[in-house]
């Protein structure tokens, strides 16, 4: 049963650490893509990559956090330094990048993130 | 750019009984994809249904149906028999087809309460 895998699964950490969330996608998924949930905002993209390359950050707070994806099988999410409003739960969703009616994207079980 | 409307932050039904959760969106595209997702507890995301917008014929996935009409841009889901195990926030999405169409765009989610 193939699934994405997101860790840590639950981080606390004071504020102006560094925090770094991976995701595991699903073998044969070229597409990653992050998501943010909070009660204010709800689910928003922040970033989402095909064949590793960036397609569009422009969700992502440009000064504190970055997305990469160093090979096929890991995605990064970094926050540096974390402030207390990056507090919330953090998903990876993989899928191939098919325009076809079978193009689903899966979510991992997210990351939640307090920033005290 | 695309919006997602869910009109009801919250819903009830009893045990056994049928819950339609509504759902609005706005789009210039004659052409994409929709879907429910649902979130329980554990907060897991799971895809519940899909509906491509080139079908008429609303899409089914068990006691899960959707009725979904293009003109008017509504998308609901009606759940049948409803069970313990539905009790969830519930998601809708929509997604693009075109190239780079893949990232979703979610409406603000109705969370559903199941009664015994």
């Known amino acids: 049963d193939a699934r994405v895998t997101q860790t840590p699964r639950h981080k606390v950490t004071e504020m102006g650490q560094e925090v770094t969330m991976r995701c595991q996608p699903i073998l044969g998924h070229n597409t990653v893509f992050w998501y943010r949930q909070t009660m204010m905002q709800g689910l928003e993209l922040l970033a989402y990559f095909r064949n590793r390359a960036p397609l569009d950050d422009s969700g992502m707070p440009k000064d504190r956090f970055s997305a990469e994806m160093p090979d096929a099988t890991l995605a990064t999410l970094k926050i540096q330094p974390s402030e207390p409003r990056d507090s919330a739960v953090y998903f990876c969703?993989?899928?191939?990048?098919?325009?076809?009616?079978?193009?689903?994207?899966?979510f991992g079980p997210g990351t939640r993130l307090l920033v005290l | 750019a695309q919006t997602v409307t869910q009109s009801q932050p919250e819903m009830s039904v009893q045990e056994a009984e049928t819950v339609t959760l509504s759902c609005t969106y706005d789009?210039?595209?004659?052409?994409?994809?929709l879907f429910w997702y649902k979130q329980p507890p554990s907060r897991q995301m799971i895809l519940v249904i899909r509906q491509e917008a080139y079908k008429q014929q609303n899409a089914t996935e068990n006691r899960f149906s959707v009725n979904f009409q293009k003109a008017a841009k509504s998308f609901s889901l009606k759940i049948s028999d409803s069970q313990l195990g539905d009790a969830a926030m519930y998601f809708c999405a929509y997604r693009s087809r075109g190239e780079y169409g893949n990232k979703l765009v979610f409406g603000a989610g109705t969370i559903l309460r199941v009664k015994s």
């Open positions: 969703a993989s899928g191939t990048s098919g325009t076809g009616p079978l193009e689903t994207q899966y």
């Open positions: 789009t210039s595209e004659s052409d994409y994809y």
